[in-house]
């Protein structure tokens, strides 16, 4: 078995804003229970409380180009895994992760910087390795490091980089000028190395130097290799697919499980369904829908609203929708054209439709128990974890077959599309309303996507496997 040291910008439940958390969280402990030492270090925001947490190390300096940052190092453990916290306020303290009122922050590229420098103080002083497995641009500096400042360190000698690609459209994009205020000299500004259409690109440097990199779904893998995904990487990720694999993300089933599920209102399974009806009603009371037709079917959608997930393709066919026999509950924030289009949705349909813009894990939970399919048209998906959960929850997903989305669902338990217009969406959702009607079959599909198994037990294995394969 391996000793790993992960590096990432969040993790559930310490802090999340989109499922790069959710398999940070989940993924550690699934690969202790397989045998390996595992750690994780993330930045220690304002959000992440440190009661109970243990300081493990006093002012470690973390010199760059410029000024030097102290930073304080903190342990927490999650389900029996370390996260080592790097504390550092004056860079971490703040109310948002990445960005304020949309507006990324003007230093990022120093934040991030010092958590990929910190991470290796860790693995030289605390938790030393075998393999750095880190995840996105927030993390990819460490593969830079370790390959070019600290190539002539013994300390790492033998040491691996694994990089896990969780959303190419996210890269961290800086100008030239900040290469010497991140410890990192001219020389690594070149077409091969960081430069990247006069900036220089966190993304491009690890899968440059990293030993092994891999995407959260096997389609994922495939479709980054071509120029309508890989934005504008397509062609260093085409030159390294000898390094590159895909292994699907997993779903943690002890929080996301109907049988047990203590947020929604009644408990059920693919044996007995009674609970699925009592969640529908509950739902449609919470958000003061009619319940005067529980045969009306719900399509529920729980999402970022932005183009990537679909919602250029939904905007267009709202009116034909409310056409229809259905009712719509929609949970989730981003662009604010989308958000109004939405709200005004609800208010000008108050017996159709429901809009609550921002996010609760709870009501995301009871949307997944009481509709009845779950709507996800996204433009790429990398790997997609609201459509598993939709699965083992009994609703039956509608999704465009890309990355992930087309990994897990097929006809059999679902209903995918393959152009990316809006007719095909509208075609796809009326095939799916027409085959609601027939109750037996419409249950018959259920019961197979409840029986997908889609765990992280799957998905740690295959990790570990490439591990193996990673190491001498």
């Known amino acids: 078995m391996s000793k790993i040291l992960m590096v990432a ?55 760059l180009g410029g000024p030097g940052y102290r930073t304080d190092i903190f342990t927490v453990h999650v389900k029996g895994v370390p996260y080592f916290l ?123 130097y990293s030993d092994a990199i891999n995407t959260v779904s096997r389609g994922y893998a495939a479709e980054i290799q071509r120029p309508e995904y890989g934005f504008g990487l397509d062609g260093l990720l085409r030159a390294r697919s000898n390094a590159l694999t895909g292994i699907l993300n997993g779903a943690d089933y002890d929080e996301w499980n109907p049988e047990t599920d203590p947020l929604i209102a009644a408990n059920y399974s693919a044996r007995d369904l009674t609970g699925k009806r009592i969640s529908k009603r509950a739902l449609l009371e919470e958000l003061r829908l009619p319940t005067d037709n529980l045969d009306r079917p719900v399509i529920g959608i729980v999402s970022r609203l932005a183009n990537q997930k679909g919602f250029d393709l939904i905007e267009p066919i709202l009116g034909a929708l409310m ?72 609703t039956v997903p509608i999704v465009r077959a890309t990355g992930g989305l087309a990994d897990t669902i097929d006809p059999s338990v679902g209903f995918p599309f393959h152009d990316y217009t809006p007719q095909a969406l509208l075609d796809t959702i009326r095939a799916a309303l027409r085959a609601f009607g027939d109750k037996p079959a419409w249950q018959e599909t259920m019961r197979r996507g409840m029986a997908r198994d889609y765990s992280w037990k799957t998905a740690a294995a295959a990790y570990s496997e490439l591990y193996a394969r990673m190491l001498p």
């Open 9 to 63: 910008s969040e993790a559930v439940p310490l802090v999340k804003t989109g499922g790069l958390a959710d398999v940070v969280g989940s993924l550690p402990p699934a690969l202790a229970n397989r045998g390996h030492e595992v750690a994780v270090v993330l930045p220690r925001y304002s959000r992440i409380s440190l009661d109970g947490a243990a300081k493990v190390y006093d002012n470690l300096p973390i010199l």
């Open 86 to 208: 790097v504390d550092c306020p004056p860079l971490f303290d703040r109310d948002g992760i990445y960005d304020s009122g949309g507006w990324a922050y003007g230093d990022n590229h120093i934040r991030f910087a010092v958590l990929c420098r910190a991470a290796l103080e860790i693995a030289r002083r605390m938790h030393r390795p075998q393999i750095l497995h880190c995840h996105d641009w927030q993390a990819s500096l460490v593969a830079v490091y370790l390959r070019h400042s600290f190539r002539y360190d013994p300390t790492f000698v033998g040491m691996r980089c694994l990089l896990t690609l969780h959303n190419l459209g996210y890269q961290g994009h800086f100008g030239r000028e900040i290469l010497p205020y991140i410890g990192l000299d001219d020389s690594l500004y070149r077409m091969d190395l960081l430069e990247f259409h006069g900036m220089v690109n966190y993304l491009k440097g690890g899968i440059v």
């Open 323 to 394: 056409g229809e026999d259905l009712q719509l509950v929609v949970l989730g924030k981003g662009d604010p054209h989308y958000e109004w289009a939405f709200s005004k949705l609800a208010g000008d349909h108050p017996h159709k439709v429901a809009t609550w813009i921002g996010y609760r894990d709870d009501l995301a939970h009871r949307i997944e128990a009481g509709a009845d399919m779950f709507l996800m048209p996204s433009l790429y998906e990398p790997c997609g974890l609201s459509q598993i959960y939709s699965l083992r929850y009994g």
